[in-house]
């Protein structure tokens, strides 16, 4: 048996460099040596190659790996050797249909890490959904005897577009799903077009207009690209399968140019190009396969700017009153629905466009034609508030200018840094008085608190390395892909994009270890820290700790917003974040529960859950802790708090976790309230009140010595 040591050695006996105990010259030999190869599947942290060609590798690869299998058992049959350009590992991946199944899946895998020694063995025998394999000419040489078979069916994948976007391929149900969407099936390792039969006399027929619904408002999609600014001033919009026509009119009773189409409701309607194209609730109505592709093809082609998709995710009771049929319901009004996953639908999107869609809430996505639009959108769902500092000192060349600097000192606030050429329409004038806007901000400082600008251009780095980080779960955007004002916003607070992305690497790393989630969680200076979860208003997300941050927004990049929500749960055991709504948060001093929606950031999946009906709901208390000092109603809240916990009502916050136990606690207590105020109970015991009356009058007497103590 031959030690990891020994075979660092053979690695750095390799190695073209001077001896050294880090293990960095180490790994950029491998690195280098994976990068030259001529064989292989190049990704950019591993290297894999199947083992018929491992001959065909660099020599230091070769020892590497003889070394590595000499100390990793039950290696035997493996058939893709992985290795790690970022660490020192080796993996044998056990695939035993390469030959035989177009996409084979992982059955086990053993991992030899030789920083510590540990071997690592995993069994997916049992996986419902394995990881899968493809491209598969790429891990063997060209005279592999099924070489040209395997490159043959890349190259019509490729033709197709199936291998374009990679996120969801690489698991058995998401290629499945993809093929699915595609309409083909593979047989042997061929390419093939499903025929469907569309002549069954046992198909429903299906009255897809009666899904149309009358609304008395806009629609939730078309609302949301409202208050997301996406309109501006003569911006067209077309609504594609329009229904009714209710958007169409509220959009132009907006002052917007608004026209639209529905194959029922208003076939003779030109179909015309417009900045804006809704297809609302459109896809999940359609039946047919083909037809709810080229629907949304249809509806993409006639995008200028940005195309607003929304479906059905999300159905309670859903076999009530409906049958099964197709990848849907019929239901009981003789109308079509599928319900999507929601990340279903973001890949739906995304492989019949190839373009990536933005989530904005459940359901609803956003498809820009520009990336650097797409791109500065994201950036701004990240982008927290800031108040221009107050002037402290009266000094006389601020004075005299304040008019005139003004705009560049919001223009600070708003980015964290000085305007770029051609950014500032004052620039100008500034300029003729100033010289240049680097001397006017100089006067700037002079009469505010230097600090405060110091705050901002850091709040402001923090948004960016957040943005950036999330952007790694997507497809990274090159420099040239950002938005002129955001890549000025990069070379201002970072110097570099090389450094920014420096920087948001840092800080994904740090989320993947659950220690600094809890760590940060109960030092957080913001929210209500329950045992094993923290808790705060959606007005404190942008307060609480970056790498907080950075965790809900793993959620609301899948998801986008729940606009209802406005309480937000941070858990500390799982990696899971809860949006909770309470109808009544400002008005009712101890709020019911109404929906709440976990997201677990594990495999996507969306628990919802409405409480309306419930006879025992959970209730909210201590809401001075979920929100921040600047909140309008802060003040309210923490008196009413302060005196609860004089009167006792808050010393068991797990038994009036729900209205049955705080209604128990009330009457236990002879507590009636009266808004925000609280009352002893008129008809109350004397002599029980009397005892709570001196309970109350000893604990404001500790909290009050407390406080001179403190």
Request: with cysteine.
């Amino acid at each position: 048996m031959v030690s990891s040591d020994n075979c660092l050695n053979t690695i750095q006996a390799t190695c073209d460099t001077e001896p050294d105990q880090s293990l960095k010259p180490k790994l950029r030999a491998i690195a280098s040596a994976c990068k030259l190869s001529q064989v292989g599947k190049k990704l950019p942290d591993a290297f894999y190659v199947h083992v018929s060609a491992l001959h065909a590798i660099p020599e230091l690869l070769q020892q590497y790996e003889r070394a590595t299998r000499s100390i990793a058992p039950n290696t035997e049959g493996a058939t893709i050797i992985k290795f790690s350009t970022n660490k020192l590992k080796i993996s044998y991946l056990f695939y035993p249909d390469f030959d035989i199944d177009p996409h084979p899946a992982l059955k086990a895998s053993v991992q030899v890490d030789l920083e510590t020694d540990e071997v690592t063995y995993r069994d997916y025998n049992t996986s419902e959904n394995p990881f899968i394999l493809h491209r598969k000419e790429t891990f063997v040489t060209p005279d592999y005897p099924l070489y040209e078979m395997f490159a043959e069916l890349t190259r019509a994948q490729e033709a197709l577009g199936l291998l374009s976007n990679k996120r969801g391929m690489g698991t058995r149900q998401g290629w499945e799903q993809r093929l699915q969407v595609y309409g083909v099936e593979i047989q042997g390792h061929n390419l093939i077009e499903i025929e469907t039969n569309t002549t069954d006399s046992t198909t429903p027929q299906i009255e897809r207009h009666k899904a149309a619904i009358l609304r008395r408002d806009l629609s939730r999609p078309v609302r949301l690209a409202l208050e997301a600014n996406i309109f501006t001033p003569g911006t067209t919009f077309f609504d594609y399968g329009c229904g009714h026509g209710g958007d169409v009119e509220r959009i132009a009773e907006k002052g917007y140019s608004s026209v639209g189409w529905d194959p029922y409701y208003a076939p003779k309607n030109p179909q015309i190009p417009a900045d804006i194209v809704n297809l609302g609730y459109i896809i999940n109505v359609i039946e047919n396969t083909g037809e709810r592709r080229e629907a949304l093809i249809n509806a993409w082609e006639l995008t200028r700017k940005v195309l607003i998709v929304s479906a059905q995710v999300i159905l309670a009771d859903a076999n009530r009153g409906t049958v099964a049929y197709g990848d849907g319901i019929i239901t009981n009004r003789n109308t079509f629905q599928k319900f999507y996953d929601q990340e279903e639908l973001k890949l739906y999107i995304n492989q019949v466009l190839g373009v990536e869609a933005v989530p904005v809430a459940l359901g609803i996505y956003f498809v820009f034609r520009d990336e650097a639009q797409a791109q500065l959108y994201r950036a701004s769902r990240f982008r927290s508030r800031a108040t221009t500092p107050r002037v402290r000192s009266r000094v006389k060349s601020f004075d005299d200018y304040q008019q005139l600097l003004s705009p560049l000192m919001s223009f600070v606030t708003e980015r964290g840094r000085l305007p770029g050429k051609g950014e500032l329409p004052e620039e100008t004038a500034i300029n003729n008085e100033f010289g240049n806007l680097r001397r006017a901000f100089q006067v700037i400082l002079q009469a505010t608190d230097p600090q405060e600008w110091e705050a901002i251009s850091e709040k402001r780095r923090q948004d960016s390395m957040v943005y950036l980080a999330l952007s790694k779960f997507n497809h990274p955007p090159k420099l040239a892909e950002l938005a002129p004002e955001v890549q000025e916003d990069i070379k201002g607070l970072f110097g570099s994009y090389k450094q920014a992305w420096t920087k948001a690497e840092e800080m994904l790393y740090s989320l993947g270890k659950r220690e600094n989630i809890v760590e940060r969680c109960r030092n957080s200076s913001v929210g209500n820290k329950a045992s094993n979860s923290l808790w705060f208003h959606v007005s404190a997300l942008e307060a609480i700790d970056p790498l907080l941050r950075l965790f809900e927004g793993c959620a609301s990049h899948t998801i986008g917003s729940f606009p209802e929500a406005n309480v937000i749960k941070i858990h500390m055991k799982s990696p899971k974040i809860s949006y909770l709504f309470y109808p009544d948060f400002d008005s009712d001093p101890h709020p019911l529960l109404h929906t709440s929606m976990v997201i677990d950031l594990r495999d996507l999946q969306v628990n919802y859950r409405e409480f309306n009906n419930n006879d025992d709901p959970p209730i909210l208390h201590l809401k001075d802790t979920l929100v921040t000092p600047d909140y309008p109603l802060y003040e309210k809240f923490a008196r009413l708090t302060c005196k609860e916990q004089d009167w006792g009502l808050l010393d068991d916050l797990r038994s009036i976790s729900h209205r049955s136990g705080w209604l128990k606690c009330l009457e236990e207590h002879c507590v009636v309230y009266k808004g925000y105020q609280i009352a002893w109970q008129k008809d109350a015991d004397p002599y029980k009140l009397k005892v709570l009356r001196a309970a109350v009058q000893t604990r404001q007497a500790k909290r009050r010595k407390l406080t001179v103590d403190g």
